[in-house]
């Protein structure tokens, strides 16, 4: 048992390490303005967000359960709230089409 336990926590260091320069990557290349990872388990996606933390980045997770992923953005590139709602739809955002949306919604409560 004790050994399994000494190969979780090791998988576990390496993932960290990975994430960790991954980021740093992301961080020092300016022409990237967001980072997308590869769907993976809650568990590991909550790494990925305290590390995300510690650099001072900002990440948002998308898609479902078994497709779930972190896409990790530079404070300066961070999605508007329509937009990470459309993405969170799984939808392309359209400000023209949030536009009209908005406007339909406010002539039917009027």
């Known amino acids: ?3 399994i336990q ?3 926590k090791e998988k576990l260091t390496q993932f960290r390490k990975q994430i960790n320069d991954r980021l740093k990557d ?3 290349d300016p022409s990237q303005d ?3 990872f590869e769907p993976m388990p809650k568990t590991l996606r909550t ?3 305290e590390l995300v933390e510690e650099v001072e980045l900002t990440a948002f997770s998308f898609g479902l359960e078994d497709d ?9 590139s961070v999605p508007c709230e329509d ?6 739809r799984g939808e392309i955002y359209d400000p023209e089409k949030i536009r009209l949306l908005k ?3 406010a002539e039917e409560e009027s």
């Open 1 to 3: 048992m004790k050994k």
């Open 68 to 76: 779930r992923h972190c896409v990790v953005y530079k404070k300066h």
């Open 34 to 36: 967001s980072l997308q």
């Open 83 to 88: 937009e990470l709602a459309a993405m969170r």
């Open 47 to 49: 790494i990925v967000y």
């Open 103 to 105: 406007e339909q919604e």
């Open 6 to 8: 000494d190969a979780e």
């Open 26 to 28: 992301f961080i020092d």
